[in-house]
């Protein structure tokens, strides 16, 4: 052990907060050991107090203490938004200190702009905590994978949306059912919107196509469908089409050098190692050009895991004083292909009575019936998104549903 401790900051004692306490407290002398030197936490920001809490002498209310100490060399921002965290973030970058968080939706916003502020000042900004949770993906695409040129992430990112899917399709409840199940559960926010509409998957994708790419690939471009079209019924066909409908996001990058980003639910052969990701798990799979595919498989979110993965940032910051962990993000602005010029197959379904009208539309499908006949499910061939939109729209009231089919 070095004679000198590493003493850290937590900002936030919500969930996350008292995760990461309670993980740097249980493996204090695993931790420490790796870090080389004892890890230890000195300050807790919350407006809050904890009046009972085994660690009630740390909490604080200022940040200005923590900013005043030059003991505290590494900062966990575990806060979420992006009004104080950001500022917090930047005044300790500006000051050589390091940041560690699990916040998705900074990251997302300003990512590179705090990656750049981390270098010039010889520190560094780390964030493996906010895409998959525990899953190391970050560390991953970013230095085990670095003599790969990655083509592809191909995953399911939110554990929500793929909880209530996965109920859908095993209890063959609706939607709003399971939703239902999973708030119970706390799986879901009371306003669950910024997981069921994809907001959440859409700010992890931005941060894993920015790293992919070296550039930045900014939230309001990114493709983004929710879940929440998704019926009963189209499960049913994808498992009679042997297939399982998953909450996906892909980012490829193109030939030409732009890059594909969409979230949306897609229906998944069944021999694809995704469609075996039930409930709360996330996957990613990852596609270099020498390598192939590796999969990432894991708890994407709750207190423990993300701690532990915001408690890995501590160590490796704690194993690199005064240099920058090399980050290829830049803030130059990605070229975002347009997904209405990709091209795969579609799940169409549609009233039996209008079959003829639907066939004339996408020739050479393949048709499916369920038990009742009243309507029927069809997947297109191969074809262009904005061909398929077109005749989809031209069917008006014909179809009842699309999916897409990875």
Known sequence: MGAEMIKIAVLGYGVVGSGVVEVIERNHAEISRKAGDEVSVKYILDLRDFPGDPHEDKIVHDFDRI???DEVSVLCEVMGGVGPAYQYTKRALSAGKS???????LVAMHGAELLALASANH?????EASVGGGIPIIRAVNSALTAERIQAVTGILNGTTNYILTKMAKEGVDYCEALK???ALGYAERNPAADVEGADACRKLAILASLMTGRNVSTDRIYVEGITKVSREDLEYARIAEMAVKPLVLGSVREDGSVLAM??????????PLARVDDVFNGVLVTGNMLGDAMFYGRGAGKLPTASAVAADVVDCAKHPGKTVWCFWNQEEAQVADVADTQRRFF???RAAQREAVEKAFPGGQVFFREDREDFGLLTRTMVEREFEAGYKGLGDAVLSRLRVL
């Open 348 to 350: 169409v379904r549609a």
């Open 123 to 127: 520190c560094n900004y780390m964030f």
């Open 181 to 183: 199940q999973a708030q």
């Open 67 to 69: 900013m005043e100490d």
């Open 99 to 105: 940041v560690c968080t699990s916040n998705k939706e």
């Open 263 to 272: 979230v949306a639910p897609f229906m998944v052969p069944l021999d694809h």
